[in-house]
């Protein structure tokens, strides 16, 4: 089975810090990989997504994320934070056709408060 | 490109009454549409899956009677919420698979808030 852990709840980070947050996943065939983020009462943004290539991808809004195969991971990081990051912060993985385990699972979100 | 749109985006209903919340692929075909449901500072979890012209897959312990889906065109699936309790006031967030992408991608709608009186 598929599954996604986001180790950390709850963030709190100054404006200008630099960020990361951890994910986790499991997956037993090539993971398609995704970070999304939602702000408060919206619907879910699309940071960036990985399946195959550079292992370090880019996004908008200045993310960036590193897949890892040997540690399982797909941690999103950002150079210096601005106060409009804060919000919640969801990892996802998938299957990477549409024709099989085309479920997308969810992590329980990391929530990311910025300080000024 | 892959807009996803829903209708409405907040709904305030009494207890007993049924809700239809609409969700539309505006520039792309939809083959398969996915709807979930994310209640207060939780994640998102999967309902069901909609598949146009065919009958919904329900997500274990999601009762199918009481969450009606259809999928009924290219570009429109809708869910009810039949004979609603206040135990049914969540967000629900639908998304969308292009049919001419092979990669599995999902586009999210903006959400509709419901909750019930």
């Known amino acids: 089975a598929q599954s996604v852990t986001q180790p950390d709840i709850h963030i709190t980070v100054s404006e200008g810090a630099s960020l990361e947050l951890r994910c986790n996943y499991s997956y037993g065939a090539t993971p398609y990989l995704f970070w999304y983020v939602q702000s408060p009462g919206q619907g879910l943004q699309l940071l960036l997504k990985y399946f195959s290539g550079d292992t370090l991808v880019q996004g908008i809004k200045g993310f960036e994320a590193e897949f890892k195969r040997s540690q399982s991971s797909f941690n999103l990081r950002k150079p210096s934070v601005h106060w409009s990051d804060a919000a919640e912060y969801f990892c996802a993985v998938g299957g990477l056709n549409t024709g099989t385990a085309s479920k997308l699972t969810f992590g329980t979100g990391t929530r990311l408060q910025v300080t000024l | 490109g892959a807009v996803v749109s829903q209708h409405p985006s907040w709904v305030i209903c009494k207890s007993g009454t049924s809700v239809k919340i609409e969700c539309r692929s505006l520039d792309f075909q939809a083959t398969t549409m996915f709807w979930y449901r994310q209640f207060p500072k939780q994640s998102l979890m999967l309902m069901a899956t909609s598949n146009e012209g065919s009958k919904a897959t329900y997500e274990q312990g999601v009762e199918k009677d009481k969450f009606l889906i259809n999928h009924a065109s290219l570009t429109l699936s809708t869910l009810t919420v039949t004979s609603a309790h206040p135990e049914d006031s969540s967000f629900y967030i639908c998304?969308?698979?292009?049919?001419?992408?092979?990669?599995?991608?999902?586009?999210f709608g903006p959400g509709t808030r419901l909750t019930v009186l």
């Open positions: 998304s969308a698979r292009d049919r001419g992408r092979t990669l599995n991608e999902q586009f």
